[in-house]
């Protein structure tokens, strides 16, 4: 084999002749073992249909013992992590997709012939697994019988959760910013707060904002809305903070960067919004909350008629 040449492994299809598979295909192939394996461990699975089961469309690959349809096809993609599931999109990788699910089925087929299956081990995770989806769908059930929270349930949440929902003082602020080169001398970081308080001097003047910080570096201009804490700088805050009327301007602060000045364009007391306000976040909020009491009624009812005893010692 000429060197660089990519090595292959012989294989045979399904007339008899001998193919040759890529490493990179056999690779691509336990890496989808592997994923089909961690989302059946990991997530709910599919209904369960037999390696034989025609009658979901078009046949797309077929093996001694059974088919693959186009219907279990997209319904096992659909099953993979995003990012594995789109190298499958194209024509040439739905190919490989199929020879991988028929790998799939001859392996699992295998292990029947070999009795496998019939392995107490292999039993108690069946039952395992039956238990937890059986779970799944009950809890389902009783959640759509009981609906979603009413009205009265979700304003009881909200007065019993005002303190979560209240919305901080925040500020609309606009700064002008000029920086300190790297490695400035005390010559120069004086040269840079001299220009920061010139500019400073004519937003106070009334000259306009975006005229002004044009002249600023970084980030010179609008900051949106704040709150205590969104912004880097503590001193900074403190004085944005500290500013009283809509318009004021403050001094020169000391900035690790170099040096900036605020002005305060709006302000936002602290509040807690009305209920009409945070409607859907409520119900956000409180639908987990929902589920556990339909959960922890329907284990109550469970307990009541289920003789339910507990042979440990210890607190009852």
């Not at 990788?93 to 009795?115: H, P, T």
């Not at 002008?176 to 937003?203: D, N, S």
């Not at 509040?271 to 859907?280: D, I, K, S």
């Amino acid at each position: 084999m000429a060197q660089g040449a990519n090595p292959v492994v012989p294989r045979f299809g399904s007339n008899g002749r001998k193919e040759s598979v890529p490493p990179r295909t056999i690779r691509t192939r336990r890496v989808l073992l592997v994923a089909w394996a961690l989302c059946a461990a990991c997530t709910k699975p599919a209904p369960v249909t037999s390696p034989s089961h025609a009658g979901a469309g078009p046949v797309v690959g077929r093996f001694d013992g059974g088919v693959v349809t186009q219907a279990e096809l997209v319904e096992e993609s659909a099953r993979l992590p995003s990012p594995l599931r789109e190298q499958f999109e194209r024509p040439a990788g739905q190919r490989e997709f199929v020879r991988s699910m028929i790998d799939k089925r001859l392996l699992a087929q295998e292990a029947r012939v070999r009795g496998l299956h019939q392995k107490p081990e292999i039993h108690k995770q069946v039952q395992a697994l039956e238990e937890r989806l059986v779970i799944q769908e009950l809890l389902a059930a009783e959640e759509k019988a009981a609906g979603t929270p009413g009205e009265q349930a979700l304003r009881e949440y909200y007065q019993q959760h005002r303190d979560e929902l209240a919305q901080p003082e925040r500020l609309r602020l606009a700064r002008v910013q000029v920086v300190v080169p790297p490695g400035a001398t005390a010559t120069q970081r004086a040269q840079v707060k001299q220009k920061a308080e010139r500019l400073a001097q004519r937003l106070r003047s009334g000259e306009a904002l975006e005229k002004v910080a044009a002249e600023g570096d970084g980030r010179s201009g609008e900051l949106g809305w704040v709150a205590r804490g969104d912004l880097p700088d503590r001193e900074l805050e403190s004085v944005a903070f500290g500013l009283k009327k809509v318009g004021d301007t403050s001094g020169v602060v000391a900035e690790a960067k170099g040096y900036s000045v605020v002005r305060l364009l709006e302000r936002r007391e602290a509040r807690v919004p009305a209920f009409e306000e945070v409607r859907a976040e409520v119900e956000g909020r409180a639908l987990p909350q929902w589920k556990r009491k339909v959960l922890e009624g329907l284990l109550a009812r469970l307990r009541e008629t289920g003789s339910v005893s507990i042979d440990m010692p210890g607190t009852p």
